[in-house]
DNA sequence: GTGTTATTCAATAAGTCTATTGAGTATTAG
DNA sequence: CTAATACTCAATAGACTTATTGAATAACAC
């Protein structure tokens, strides 16, 4: 008797796993995790059915892991808290420590990540003090919006290769988006190498910033 | 194409997450975290069939959770790392602060726990300096072998009962167990505030003691 | 009111997960 | 060698999960 109620609560705490046991509700939770969305924003970026993203969110949902608020027309999903974006940096972290297949599907997605440069917050505070670095943050304006590394400039992928040529030569680069996962800030990072700058990659994203104890910046609460 | 090796990719990653999305996994883990065991002390204590124990066994390990050993003809299991007990112990926080739920079945598991009083690893520290407190690890003396809290004394729950009168009566008595999610230490307590003594709750356990970065002691290698 | 857009719901077929059973393997003891 | 112990493997039925479809609802513009 004592076992069912035992039983029970890992029942409970089980349900939560379950909510992020299935690689489309990681992605729109990685997502999720950058900005607040709505359903057709996070189906169209997750590659998603309109009906199948939006029951996916609903799982997320009733695992305690997501808020869905009504605004007008739309529904915005948002992380319940900040210890999702925790849990979701652990599960990652053990995923790619213990798991040969990830660091190979890693290899995968990101083929340059060994070739490039990699910097450490540490180094990169160091060289914005000294004035020799640029911090760019390569994601969709709308996820800058939300909150991004402080000091960084905004220039998203998409326009990257229209305003190479606005940038100036005598700087370290460094591009960072979505974190360790997220390839925008390589594919970046390699444009701006064959235009003859130099630069380097940081691995941590905005989550991961703040998960180290450092603060973000953030612009608008009405990003959209 | 892009898409297809993204997918691939966060797939892998779900894999761990599947590995924990099942209630007999995660007491199995909350085991794992307090000390190695073989699949049969793991059985018995998860009320699991040896075959049926063996085969969740085998998912956390495909999942990079946990690492079996052979030793002689039993096999012993134990965490692949200590990440794997920060994931767990973010997943439980997660589930409690977000799920009315859990709080509710954590209340009918452990309904005494609102009227106890509970202690803070500092409030514990300076009262072990004065030398007023004692830390009792009521857990069984595997786990306690296995690694403790600094200080604390050995007294397993199954035999407090008989041992009460041994204990004196002008401390104060704080119980640990496995965790938040572990009743042995509401017993414990319950015995003795029933026997006249002074008492009260600390919640942590050695995994969320060591993760808030203090140290912990170590009897043997080779508890058994 | 009607029409439009964004989202959710319900039904369903195909796939995945789980507990149980009984057989199979590895190690040790004698 | 045989027997015993500790564990793993394979098969399977029943239970859940998932993607897709098309219908239903909610908010707003007019």
Redesign the interface.
């Known amino acids: 008797m004592?076992?069912t109620?035992?039983?029970?609560?890992?029942?409970?705490?089980?349900?939560?796993?379950?909510a992020?046991?299935?690689?489309?509700r990681?992605?729109l939770l990685?997502l999720l995790v950058q900005s607040p969305r709505s359903v057709e924003q996070l189906a169209s970026a997750s590659?998603l059915s309109i009906a199948n993203a939006s029951q996916h969110l609903q799982r997320l949902k009733r695992?305690?892991?997501i808020i869905g608020e009504r605004q007008g027309t739309t529904v915005r999903y948002r992380l319940?808290?900040q210890?999702?974006a925790?849990?979701w940096t652990?599960?990652?972290?053990?995923?790619?420590?213990?798991?040969a297949?990830?660091e190979r599907?890693?290899d995968?997605?990101r083929p340059q990540r060994h070739s490039f440069a990699t910097i450490t917050p540490a180094e990169l505070w160091a060289g914005m003090a000294r004035g020799d670095t640029l911090l760019l943050d390569v994601r969709p304006a709308l996820e800058y919006h939300a909150g991004h590394l402080p000091g960084a400039v905004s220039i998203p992928l998409e326009g990257l290769s229209t305003r190479l040529a606005e940038l100036p030569t005598d700087f370290l680069f460094v591009t960072y988006c979505r974190g360790p996962?997220c390839?925008y800030a390589d594919d970046a990072l390699g444009q701006i190498l064959a235009s003859g700058r130099r630069g380097a990659r940081l691995e941590e994203g905005v989550a991961e910033w703040q998960q180290a104890g450092y603060q973000v910046e953030q612009l608008s609460l009405l990003a959209g």
């Open positions: 004592n076992r109620i035992k039983s029970h609560l890992f029942q409970q705490v089980a349900q939560v796993a379950q992020i046991a299935n690689p489309h990681l992605e990685d590659a695992g305690g892991l319940a808290d210890a999702v925790r849990l652990e599960l990652r972290s053990v995923a790619t420590s213990q798991l297949e990830v599907a890693l995968q997605y996962l390839a």
